[in-house]
């Protein structure tokens, strides 16, 4: 291994001096040259930029130069030579081999880093809540509200007929046609407004036409079954016109007018939301309001008793549209 020579400038003069160097080398104003191990010049300029430029063109020149400042195997140097100095072999078991540098800072053992502490979570005991004993409340079982049914008015036809029995003659019968208007404010209550037209023989025999005007009630059972049965009751009005026809006898015509009152029992079935189908029986009890009652009574017996007040039944049945 060569011995690394160093040549470094005097702190208070602007250039070095060596005895080997001779004219090559001019003084380096703050500069330090040394001699690294290749041989070659290490120049390391001062301050200012006028050293930097010296120290660059003297690392030239040393750079390019033909040879290099080496050291002779146990020989003086020769003449001309720019460095040059004695070179001993290494010590006798001195070590071969070059041991790594240490690293800056000095070796430092890497430890694992310890381990976090265990996370701790602290929560307060569950609250007892005590539920005092109590009884279920009872069943409560829904119904289902049905919708208010609207108002509804109603046209009925209808036809029937007379019950008044056998009469003198056994011919006793009339058959009856009308119409009534009728309101149903309620699914369970109608009142009804009658006109009737009805023809044929009464009790007398007598050939009679009659014209009757009621006003009715009607109270449903099961207003909301398609079957619904009914009672009714009611009052009018009736006149007629009696002509007694019979053989041997002039044609006389008599004039009557009645008041008198109706009850009765009926079904309705229900054909559909807008027609139902009717049939009901009807008794009515009546009697003369008009002004001959008491000069012409209605009935005399044959032991010569005398009546204004009839009845009978009626059975009618017809058909009822609603809107």
């Not at 539920?131 to 209808?158: D, M, T």
């Not at 056998?166 to 119409?179: E, H, I, P, S, Y």
């Not at 009018?236 to 041997?248: H, L, N, P």
Request: charged share 20%; glycine share 14%.
């Amino acid at each position: 291994m060569s011995r690394i020579v160093r040549v470094r400038t005097s702190s208070s003069s602007h250039g070095f001096s060596s005895p080997r160097l001779g004219s090559r080398i001019q003084a380096f104003p703050r500069a330090r040259v040394s001699a690294g191990d290749t041989g070659g010049l290490r120049v390391r300029p001062g301050s200012g930029s006028r050293g930097w430029w010296l120290g660059l063109a003297a690392l030239a020149v040393f750079t390019a130069s033909p040879s290099a400042a080496r050291a002779d195997d146990g020989k003086e140097c020769p003449p001309g030579s720019w460095f040059c100095g004695d070179a001993s072999p290494p010590a006798t078991g001195a070590n071969k081999e070059l041991q790594p540098l240490p690293a800056s800072g000095g070796a430092t053992e890497t430890k694992p880093a310890p381990a976090p502490p265990p996370v701790v979570v602290y929560q307060p005991p569950p609250s007892t809540v005590i539920v005092p004993p109590h009884e279920a409340p009872p069943p409560y079982y829904y119904v289902p509200r049905q919708p208010p049914r609207k108002q509804e008015w109603g046209l009925n036809l209808h036809v029937g007929g007379l019950v008044l029995g056998k009469g003198r003659d056994d011919n006793a019968g009339m058959a009856l046609v009308g119409l009534g208007l009728r309101f149903r404010p309620l699914p369970a209550l109608a009142l009804e407004v009658d006109l009737d037209v009805a023809g044929g023989r009464d009790y007398n025999g007598f050939r009679r036409r009659e014209t009757a005007l009621g006003f009715n009630g009607l109270l449903f059972l099961n207003p909301r079954d398609r079957a619904q049965v009914y009672f009714l009751a009611g009052f009018g009005w009736a006149g007629a016109t009696a002509i007694d026809d019979r053989s041997g006898y002039d044609l006389a015509e008599y004039h009557y007018g009645y008041f008198g009152g109706t009850a009765g029992i009926g079904l309705e079935f229900r054909l559909s939301k807008l027609v139902a189908l009717n049939f009901d029986v009807r008794g009515f009890v009546r009697g003369r309001v008009d002004e001959r009652k008491r000069d012409y009574p209605e009935f005399v017996s044959t032991d010569g008793r005398t009546s204004n007040t009839s009845g009978g039944g009626l059975l009618q049945g017809g058909l009822t549209f609603y809107w």
